[in-house]
C-alpha cells in the first residue's frame, strides 16, 4: 500500500459509445491533505469522483483509494469513503437524526454508536434545532450541512466532496468553506471538485485544473495563479474627465474605459494600491468606488487553454449528473 | 476522525449485516409511510370508495349464481387492491433512483439489495393495513364468510405472497424506468388488463372466448379463486396449487433480475 497517496488515479479513461469523458487522468493525492479538482461543467471533475467511490466503471487505467483497488476491492473501498455529491443524498422524509442514524446503521456502526455519533455531528454542523424535523422543511445550507455530516458518520479517512457549494448563496458558501477547513485539521484526505477558482484557492493544497477530460495545470494555488496574473483594481469616477487625469497619474499599466468612466491597473503588490489611492489624492481626483477583481477560472481557462470556459452542457456527463 | 476514532465499521459476519442492513432499510420505508400523511390517507380510504362503490353501484347489476355478490367481491376487489398496491414499489424504487439518495445508498458498504428489500417488505406491510381495513368494511355491508382460522390464515398467507411477488416484479419497472411518471403508467398499464380481465369483479362465464380463455388461465384469477374458495366455499379445485407455483415462480424470478440489475446500475 501506497505511504504517501490516498488516493491514486493513473490513466483514468471512460467513454459512452463514441464519446470520451475522460482520456486518461493522473491524479495523487498525499495523505491527509487536499486537492481541489478545478473545472467547468462537463468537464469530467463529477465522472472522476463517481469511478473513485465505485459509482460508475470505467474503460482504462487504474485507480487506488487507501490501496484499495477500485475495480476489484469495491466493498472495502466503499468502508473508507464519506461522499457528498452535488445534489444533497438526504431522505426528505425522515428526520435529521433518522437520516444520520440510518446512514451510520448502513455505515455498519453500532446503534449506540450510530446514535452517540449523529448527536456530536448535529452539534457541530448547527443542526441540533432541526434534529426532529423532518428535512423537507430543512433550507438549502442546511441540507448541504446534513449532507456533509452523513458522510462523516463512521469517520472515514478519504473524503469525497463533489461541488459541495454549488447554488448556496454567499453565506452558506462561507459557512461550508468553515466546515470543510475544520475536516482538513481532523487530518481525512479530501478530493474537492468546485467550478470556482477562490473555492480551490481558499481550501485546497493542491489543484488539478481539468479540462475536457484531462488534467491541463496542476500545482499549488500559488503556482496557478503565477500563471495566470495578479489582481487589478477597478477606480470608477464621476467624470470622463477625471477618469482620464487619473489614467495619467497611474502610468502606462493602467487601461481607462470611457464610457464606465473606470480605471483599471494590475495590484502586484500590497502597497501597490495604497500608493495609487495616495497619488490620486494628492492630484486631488476624486475616487468613487475601488473593486478588487481576483483572477477567475475564466483568467485560468483563458491562460492555459487560450479560450474561455466553454460551457459544454451537450456533454454526457452534464446529462448524467442533472 | 483519527484512526483512533471508536466510530468505526464493526466486525461481524457479512450474514448479520445483510439482516442489520435489510431491517434498517425497511425501518427507512415505514417511516416514510407514517411519516407521509397523503401516502397513509389513500392506503385508507381507497380500499373504502372501491368496496363501496362495487358493493353498492355495480353489485346490483352483476349476476354471480349462488353466491352473494358481496360474498362474491371480497376476494376479487381484496387481490386487486394488493396488486395496484404493489405497482407502488415501482415509484419508490424510481424516485430515490432520480434523486441522489441513490448513489448514496451505493457508496455505503452495505448489502446492495438491501434497498429493494426495504422498499418491498415496507409495502407489504403497507398493503397488509389496507387489506385488514377493507375486509372491515367489507364485514360492515354485509359480507358473510365460511373460513375457519386456519382458512384465515391460508388467505392471509397467499395474499401476502401474492403482494410480495408484484412488489418485487414492479421494483424491476422502477429501476427500469427513466421517470417517475413513466412508472405511473407503466405500472398502470400492466396491473389494469391482470385484474379486471379475471375473475375479480364478474364470472369469467360472461366474457367473449378469447378474453375468457385469457382470463381464466392467467395468474391473479389462481390467485382470486383461490382466495374466494377459502373465504366462502366456492370449489378451489387446482387453483391453490397454480396460485402457488405462479406467484413463487414470479418472485423468484424478480428477485433475481431486480438484484442483478441493482447491481449494474452505472457498469
Same mark, same amino acid.
Not at chain 1, 477500485?70 to 426528505?92: P, S
Not at chain 2, 414470479?250 to 440489475?261: G, R, T
Given at each position: 500500500? +501506497? ?22 487522468? $493522473?491524479?495523487?493525492?498525499?495523505? @491527509? ?22 459509482? &460508475? ?10 490501496? !484499495? ?29 433518522? $437520516? ?7 455505515? #455498519? &456502526?453500532?446503534?449506540? #454508536? ?33 449532507? !456533509? ?11 469525497? !466532496?463533489?461541488?459541495?457549494? =454549488?447554488? &448556496? ?17 481532523? @487530518?481525512?484526505?479530501?478530493? /474537492? ?25 496542476? @500545482?499549488?494555488? $500559488?503556482? /496557478? ?22 489614467? $495619467?497619474? &497611474? @502610468? ?5 474605459? =470611457? =464610457? ?7 495590484? +502586484?503588490?500590497? #502597497?501597490?494600491? =495604497?500608493?495609487? /489611492? ?41 446529462? /448524467?449528473?442533472? | 476522525?483519527?484512526?483512533?476514532? %471508536? ?44 368496496? *363501496? ?24 376487489? *381484496? ?44 409495502? *407489504? ?47 424491476? *419497472? ?28 364478474? %364470472? ?14 392467467? %395468474? ?48
Amino acid at each position: 500500500m +501506497d505511504k504517501t497517496y490516498a488516493i491514486v488515479a493513473e490513466d483514468l479513461r471512460k467513454s459512452y459509445g463514441e464519446t470520451e469523458v475522460l482520456k486518461g487522468v $493522473n491524479l495523487k493525492v498525499e495523505r @491527509g491533505t487536499m486537492l481541489a479538482l478545478l473545472g467547468p461543467n462537463g468537464a469530467g471533475k463529477t465522472t472522476i469522483v463517481r469511478i473513485l467511490s465505485t459509482l &460508475l466503471s470505467f474503460n482504462g487505467g487504474r485507480a487506488t483509494v487507501e490501496g !484499495l483497488d477500485v475495480a476489484e476491492q469495491g466493498d472495502q473501498v466503499r468502508g473508507v469513503i464519506g461522499l457528498t455529491g452535488q445534489y444533497a443524498a438526504v431522505d426528505e422524509y425522515l428526520t435529521g437524526t433518522q $437520516n444520520l442514524v440510518m446512514m451510520g446503521r448502513l455505515y #455498519h &456502526l453500532s446503534q449506540a #454508536h450510530a446514535r452517540e455519533r449523529s448527536q456530536q455531528l448535529l452539534e457541530q454542523f448547527d443542526l441540533v434545532e432541526a434534529a426532529n424535523r423532518k428535512v423537507k422543511t430543512y433550507s438549502g445550507g442546511m441540507r448541504r450541512r446534513l449532507d !456533509l455530516a452523513i458522510s462523516l458518520i463512521a469517520t472515514p479517512p478519504i473524503i469525497f !466532496l463533489d461541488e459541495p457549494t =454549488t447554488g &448556496l448563496d454567499p453565506r452558506s458558501r462561507l459557512a461550508m468553506w468553515e466546515v470543510i477547513r475544520n475536516l482538513m485539521s481532523s @487530518g481525512a484526505t479530501i478530493l /474537492l471538485t468546485t467550478q470556482y477558482l477562490e473555492e480551490a484557492d481558499q481550501l485546497a493544497d493542491q489543484i488539478a485544473v481539468i479540462d475536457h477530460g484531462i488534467v491541463i495545470a496542476e @500545482g499549488t494555488a $500559488n503556482e /496557478l495563479k503565477k500563471k495566470v496574473g495578479v489582481d487589478s483594481a477597478v477606480l470608477s469616477f464621476q467624470t470622463t474627465k477625471e477618469a482620464e487625469a487619473a489614467k $495619467n497619474v &497611474l @502610468g502606462e499599466k493602467s487601461i481607462i474605459d =470611457t =464610457t464606465k468612466m473606470t480605471v483599471t491597473f494590475p495590484v +502586484d503588490a500590497v #502597497h501597490s494600491l =495604497t500608493q495609487a /489611492l495616495n497619488a490620486l489624492e494628492a492630484a486631488k481626483i476624486t475616487v468613487v468606488a475601488v473593486d478588487i477583481h481576483k483572477p477567475t477560472l475564466d483568467d485560468v481557462f483563458l491562460q492555459l487553454t487560450g479560450k474561455p470556459v466553454e460551457a459544454s452542457t451537450n456533454s454526457p456527463e452534464a446529462k /448524467l449528473t442533472k | 476522525m483519527t484512526n483512533t476514532s %471508536p466510530f468505526k465499521p464493526e466486525q461481524h459476519s457479512s450474514f448479520y449485516w445483510a439482516l442489520s442492513d435489510s431491517w434498517t432499510m425497511i425501518r427507512r420505508n415505514i417511516t416514510h409511510i407514517i411519516n407521509n400523511m397523503d401516502q397513509l390517507l389513500s392506503v385508507a380510504i381507497q380500499p373504502i370508495m372501491f368496496m *363501496l362503490l362495487f358493493r353498492y353501484v355495480f353489485g346490483g347489476a352483476i349476476n354471480t349464481g349462488g353466491t352473494s355478490y358481496v360474498n362474491f367481491l371480497v376476494a376479487g376487489i *381484496l387481490v386487486q387492491s394488493a396488486a395496484f398496491g404493489a405497482t407502488t414499489t415501482s415509484l419508490g424504487v424510481a424516485t430515490d433512483l432520480t434523486k441522489g439518495i441513490m448513489d448514496r445508498f451505493r457508496s455505503l458498504p452495505m448489502l446492495s439489495a438491501a434497498m429493494l428489500i426495504g422498499h418491498t417488505t415496507a409495502d *407489504l406491510v403497507r398493503n397488509l393495513i389496507s387489506s385488514t381495513i377493507m375486509v372491515a368494511v367489507a364485514f360492515a355491508v354485509g359480507f358473510h364468510p365460511q373460513a375457519s382460522f386456519v382458512d384465515w390464515l391460508a388467505v392471509i398467507g397467499i395474499l401476502m405472497l401474492f403482494t410480495y411477488a408484484l412488489s418485487w416484479m414492479s421494483a424491476i *419497472l422502477g429501476l427500469l424506468a427513466k421517470s417517475v411518471e413513466a412508472v405511473q403508467w407503466f405500472g398502470f398499464i400492466f396491473v389494469f388488463p391482470l385484474t379486471f380481465a379475471s375473475s375479480a369483479f364478474v %364470472p369469467t362465464a360472461g366474457m367473449p372466448k378469447y378474453l375468457r380463455l385469457f382470463a381464466e388461465n392467467q %395468474p391473479v384469477t389462481q390467485v382470486i379463486e383461490t382466495i374466494r374458495g377459502l373465504l366462502v366455499g366456492t370449489p378451489i379445485g387446482n387453483h391453490g396449487w397454480l396460485a402457488l407455483i405462479w406467484c413463487s415462480g414470479i418472485l423468484l424470478v424478480s428477485v433475481i433480475v431486480a438484484s442483478s440489475i441493482f447491481r449494474r446500475l452505472g457498469r
